[in-house]
C-alpha cells in the first residue's frame, strides 16, 4: 500500500503515517495539501494522512472542503502532541539566527516565542521537515528551522530551543483518508462520525438540525461554517459528532438527509480521544 502525505521525512505528517502503517510504509511526500488530494484521486497512492485542525490555530477549513470536493471517505483519526523545536546547522547560538522558516501553521502556533525574539524575521514555508533539510543542504548559516525533534536527528540540525509552542498542550487531530464516498456500511464499533450539511434560508432552519442531533443523544463536538463559492451567503456546515449506540446515529442521519438541502456523510469511524506522544 502506497500512503500519501504533506510533507517529507521528519515532518508531523510522516511521523503519523508511521503510526497508523508502521515504519516500513511506501510513504509518497507531497508539497501541499492540494497536491496531496489531486495524488489520492489520480491514485498515485491508495491512503492519505491530512491534518484536519489544531488545538490552538483551530480548523484547517480548505482541507474540509477537499475532503468533501474529492469525495473521499475519513476512516479513521489520530491526535498527535505536537513539538516544535527551533534548529540550525550546529555550532551556532540562537543569537546568531536572524530568519525563521516554517510552514505558516507552526509560525502561528510559535507566536508567543517569537514576541521574545523581534530581530528574527518570520518565513512562510511549504513544511516544516522541508526547511530543515534544505538548511541542511545549503548549509545555510544565520537561518532556522521549526521542526519535529526527528527532522534535527534525520537532517544534522542541531536544536536551540525545544518545545517552543505557545502552549504545552498543543496537538493536532489528523485523519486518514481514502477515495470514495460514504458506502453506506458502518463500522458497529464505530462511535464518530464527519457530516456536511447545508440549509435553507428559511428562520431558525440549523436550530432544528441541531435539536435533531440532541434528541438522538449525538454530541456535537465541532462544527464550523464554510461559504459555497457558487452560491454567494449561503453556507455549509461541516460537523463532527459523537455517540454511544449506532441506532441512534443512523436514527438522525435518515431525518437530516430529509430535513438538508444537500447532506454527506464524510466518514464513521472510532473516536481516539487520547493523545499520542510517542
Not at 509518497?28 to 495539501?33: E, G, I, L, M, N
Not at 491512503?47 to 480548523?59: C, F, L, Q, T
Not at 475532503?67 to 502532541?81: A, M, P, R
Not at 440549523?206 to 464550523?224: G, H
Request: hydrophobic share 45%.
Amino acid at each position: 500500500m502506497k500512503v500519501g502525505i504533506q510533507g517529507i521525512a521528519g515532518s508531523n505528517h510522516h511521523k503519523v503515517a508511521v503510526q497508523f502503517y508502521g515504519p516500513q510504509l511506501d510513504c509518497v511526500c507531497c508539497d501541499s495539501f492540494a497536491e496531496l488530494s489531486d495524488g489520492l484521486k489520480n491514485r498515485r497512492f491508495d491512503e492519505a494522512v491530512m491534518a484536519i485542525e489544531n488545538s490552538i490555530a483551530g480548523a484547517i477549513l480548505p482541507n474540509y472542503a477537499l475532503i468533501y470536493t474529492n469525495e473521499f471517505k475519513i476512516i479513521s483519526e489520530f491526535y498527535l502532541s505536537i513539538s516544535h523545536n527551533l534548529m540550525a546547522l550546529p555550532g551556532q547560538s540562537l543569537e546568531a539566527i536572524n530568519r525563521v522558516e516554517s510552514h505558516p501553521m507552526a509560525l502561528l502556533q510559535c507566536a508567543s516565542f517569537f514576541e521574545q525574539h523581534k530581530s528574527i524575521t518570520l518565513v512562510e514555508a511549504d513544511d516544516t521537515a522541508s526547511v530543515a533539510q534544505r538548511i541542511s543542504a545549503a548549509r545555510r548559516s544565520g537561518v532556522a528551522a521549526i521542526a519535529p525533534p526527528e527532522a534535527a536527528a534525520l537532517y544534522n540540525l542541531e536544536i536551540l530551543a525545544n518545545d517552543i509552542q505557545t502552549l504545552s498542550s498543543n496537538a493536532t487531530r489528523f485523519v486518514r483518508i481514502k477515495r470514495g464516498a460514504e458506502d453506506g456500511s458502518i463500522d458497529p464499533k464505530a462511535n464518530k462520525a464527519s457530516l456536511r450539511f447545508v440549509t435553507g434560508h428559511k428562520r431558525g432552519s440549523l436550530a432544528t438540525i441541531l435539536n435533531v442531533m440532541s434528541d438522538c443523544n449525538l454530541n456535537l463536538t465541532k462544527i464550523q461554517s464554510l461559504p459555497i463559492i457558487e452560491t454567494p451567503w449561503k453556507y455549509a456546515f461541516f460537523v463532527d459528532v459523537t455517540f454511544e449506540q449506532i441506532s441512534q446515529f443512523q436514527k438522525a442521519i435518515a431525518a437530516l438527509e430529509i430535513m438538508a438541502d444537500s447532506f454527506t456523510l464524510l466518514g464513521v469511524y472510532t473516536n481516539q480521544l487520547k493523545t499520542s506522544e510517542s
